[in-house]
């Protein structure tokens, strides 16, 4: 089988992120594994549009797009789907910067005709410099990183983590595109778990494709100071579980919840007896480490209450959406 062809997509919002922008497509630009090409998908900024077509308008393979749909995350991707032309569609961060060998794991693992879906680790760059000793590793998701818990090396799992991913053509073809009303807009609410709906609905329409975390696939996701504190831990925790809740409704407790339980019972338990030990030995952070694990699973629990309501209240809605569809909404 030929290499696969891969164009990357990153989604844009502020100009308060332009310099993080321009690393982001730097790093793109130097990968190994060259993209067929970068494209800029802007929500619904004209001013922030305008601003990188002029800064790349002389750039070969980089293009930059206005959203095409509602405002928000999962719009801005299928939008960016639909204007690609790649046989594989990478997804990175607007605040992230991917290793020189990011799309060459991708693109490795797209040899075998069933994978359908590849994506990575995602380490975290703190802003000031190290991890808040309360910060536990179990919930890293929180800042939209790697998480302790996951399984080293290249694995099968039920979905990838959005933004850094990647997806074969084909499996938006058989599932259609990122569910909105799920995911983030902007500076609202920080929900999320678009791309786990999306994965489990492609392995409902594909029983056989195999969905592969590799990570040697590395990016570096800058962690802003606000989102070190305790307020953030919490309003994300809480986002969560209404994302949880809207996935459930989408696709069913079991599978929506599938990995969760194992989350739930084994990696967090660990967790806290961890911190509870580093307490014990007097070691920077344990006892805070051990209360965000109690505290964040109580809040995503909350979420997932109120989520849980609202929609069998049908107070909240999403849809999916072709991506021919996309490309002209």
Known sequence: MRDPGICVVICVYTEDRWED????????RA????????????????ALRDRLAREYKAAEGVRVLANAGPRGLSAGRNTGIAASRGDVIAFLDDDAVAERDWLRRFAESYADPRVMAVGGRTVPVWASGRRPAWFPEE??????????GLPPGRVRVRNVLGG????????FDAAG?????????????????????????LTRARPDAVLLID????????????????????????????SKALVARSVGT??????????????LPAGIARGLRDALLARPGGAGRAGAIVAGVLTAAGGYAVGSVRARRGGTTFSVVRIEEAAHE
């Open 177 to 201: 595109g990122f569910a909105t009303g799920i995911g983030r807009d902007g500076d609202r609410r920080p929900l999320g778990c678009e791309e786990t709906e999306l994965c489990i609905r």
């Open 31 to 46: 990968q190994s594994y060259p993209a067929l090409e970068t494209l800029l998908v802007v929500d619904h900024n004209p």
């Open 215 to 242: 990570d040697r696939a590395v990016i570096h996701h800058r962690v802003p100071a606000p989102r070190e504190h305790f307020a953030y831990f919490r309003t994300r925790a809480y986002a969560e579980g209404l």
């Open 139 to 148: 919930f890293d998701w929180v800042v939209g990183c790697t998480y302790r």
């Open 21 to 28: 922008i321009l690393a982001a497509v730097s790093s793109v």
């Open 164 to 171: 850094n991913a990647s997806f074969r053509r084909t499996a």
């Open 254 to 267: 079991g599978k929506g919840l599938e990995s969760e339980r194992r989350y739930a019972t084994r990696v």
